[in-house]
Antibody, heavy 119, light 111 residues
Framework: EVQLLESGGGLVQPGGSLRLSCAASGFTFSLYAMSWVRQAPGKGLEWVSGISGNGLSPYQPDSVKGRFTVSRDNSKNTLYLQMNSLSAEDTATYYC????????????WGQGTLVTVSS | QSVLTQPPSVSGAPGQRVTISCTGSSSNFGAGYDVHWYRQLPGTAPKLLIFGNNNRPSGVPDRFSGSKSGTSASLAITGLQGDDEADYYCQSYDYSLSAWVFGGGTKLTVL
């Protein structure tokens, strides 16, 4: 059974940093691209980062480029999201999601971890 | 403002058929990128409902179907049930943004 378990969320002050983790199990992690998708309270979904299976090709939208860094450790079956220079607009639940094969969609999602940026 | 446009809400009575529209542009649907749909029950993570325009993952009943034509797509749900109440999101890829994009979401209410 595919399982994705995020951790690392919490309360952080504006301008601060946070690193999220996503532990994967139930599939061969290195064979799949992975992504992070966030959802602000009461709002819709926003893709914020993706990375290829071998970790050599990270990609992000312009909205977070330069502030967010996605990485992975295939030996630990873990996906990471390093977030810097956080602002209130980054307050959201962050989900990790699996990208199947050559698809451009997300077939499995974690339960999410809440990041709150506030003083 | 989402790249893909969905109605904020739709409703229907139990047993009825409802559709949810998703309007894109020449840089996503019009460029040939597929539409995918997710369902999000209150307080839970999104779950894949339809992929590749009209394919259902294992376990998704055939009451759910999708279509895409030109720069528009839609999700149809037949035989509405109470537990279909949820938020529904469409998603695609936009080459001008080099980003995966979502619709703003549609809240389905079963009357």
């Amino acid at each position: 059974e595919v399982q994705l378990l995020e951790s690392g969320g919490g309360l952080v002050q504006p301008g601060g940093s946070l690193r999220l983790s996503c532990a994967a199990s139930g599939f061969t992690f290195s064979l799949y691209a992975m992504s992070w998708v966030r959802q602000a309270p009461g709002k819709g979904l926003e893709w914020v980062s993706g990375i290829s299976g071998n970790g050599l090709s990270p990609y992000q939208p312009d909205s977070v480029k330069g502030r967010f860094t996605v990485s992975r450790d295939n030996s630990k079956n873990t996906l990471y999201l390093q977030m810097n220079s956080l602002s209130a607009e980054d307050t959201a639940t962050y989900y990790c999601a699996r990208v199947p094969g050559a698809g451009v969609f997300f077939d499995y999602w974690g339960q999410g971890t809440l990041v709150t940026v506030s003083s | 403002q989402s790249v893909l446009t969905q109605p904020p809400s739709v409703s229907g009575a139990p047993g009825q058929r409802v559709t949810i529209s998703c309007t894109g542009s020449s840089s996503n649907f019009g460029a040939g990128y597929d539409v995918h749909w997710y369902r999000q029950l209150p307080g839970t993570a999104p779950k894949l409902l339809i992929f590749g325009n009209n394919n259902r993952p294992s376990g998704v009943p055939d009451r759910f179907s999708g279509s895409k034509s030109g720069t528009s797509a839609s999700l149809a749900i037949t035989g509405l049930q109470g537990d279909d109440e949820a938020d529904y999101y469409c998603q695609s890829y936009d080459y001008s943004l080099s980003a995966w994009v979502f619709g703003g979401g549609t809240k389905l209410t079963v009357l």
